[in-house]
């Protein structure tokens, strides 16, 4: 048996999430499982470093699977990205040990949220849109206090407590780039819909209609803190997924 891990890179506009689901909703991993299986000629199980909700993209999604084939590596990129539509492409294939798993492997995942002050039909289905002025540095002070390890539960969708909504973020910060404003965090794990959360609340706050305070309130999940509206999933991007040392990789062969 071989185990392989390959990149992803997706528009998740047309898909109901990663996470194959039943009754022919199709989702990320649906699609690329039915193409590796349709290449190897055998069923494939892909493990993912993060189950991306629906409408989420991905320009560093990590995945691995184990099979029996001898298959060249590059051969089944290229086999997979004649497959695939076009919103779904893979690359940097390789080999790895039997223990690299994509999700219980990794150390850290990075997410960036893009945001536009004006619609556009262009951009539109790749970026976040504010219907008022926001205040960027009193965005960018808030983003800079959740370094270190807090409880993220008021942002979430999941209903957990203790140290089920505990993450370790390393670095997260607002900037402006070519036109965007873009949230950039970095953390050992995220909570469902974590990020979109405190997107959603940091425009809130930088459009002036919630109270800076509030924000401290949520992060030190205060049970009398509002919960959040989520910012839109078209502007969320799964940007790079981290692993210790690399983790097991070979070179490509």
Not at 142 to 164: M, N, P, Q, Y
């Amino acid at each position: 048996m071989r185990n392989i891990r390959l990149r992803v890179e997706y528009d998740g506009t047309p898909y109901a999430g990663w996470q194959r689901q039943p009754g022919g909703i199709v989702t990320v991993q649906g699609e690329l499982e039915a193409c590796l299986s349709r290449i190897l000629q055998e069923r494939v199980n892909l493990a993912a470093a993060g189950r991306t909700d629906r409408g989420v993209h991905a320009l560093g999604q990590v995945v691995n699977f184990q099979t029996a084939s001898s298959l060249e590596l590059q051969r089944i990129a290229h086999s997979l990205n004649c497959l695939l539509p076009d919103t779904i492409r893979v690359d940097c294939p390789q080999e790895v040990d039997m223990e690299f798993h994509a999700r219980f492997s990794a150390a850290e995942r990075q997410y960036r949220y893009f945001l536009m002050e004006e619609p556009s039909a262009v951009f539109g289905r790749f970026a976040g849109c504010s219907s008022r002025p926001l205040d960027l540095p009193l965005m960018h002070s808030l983003a800079v206090t959740l370094k270190g390890i807090h409880d993220f539960s008021a942002f979430s969708r999941e209903d957990r407590d203790g140290t089920g909504s505990l993450c370790s973020v390393r670095m997260a910060g607002w900037y402006r780039h070519r036109g965007f404003l873009v949230f950039h965090i970095a953390a050992n794990r995220f909570l469902r819909s974590m990020v979109r959360g405190l997107v959603g609340a940091m425009m809130d706050i930088g459009a002036g209609r919630l109270d800076p305070c509030s924000f401290k309130a949520m992060l030190d999940a205060d049970a009398h803190a509002r919960r959040v509206r989520p910012a839109a999933a078209s502007g969320l991007f799964l940007s790079r997924v981290v692993y210790p040392d690399d983790y097991g990789c070979r070179k490509l062969r």
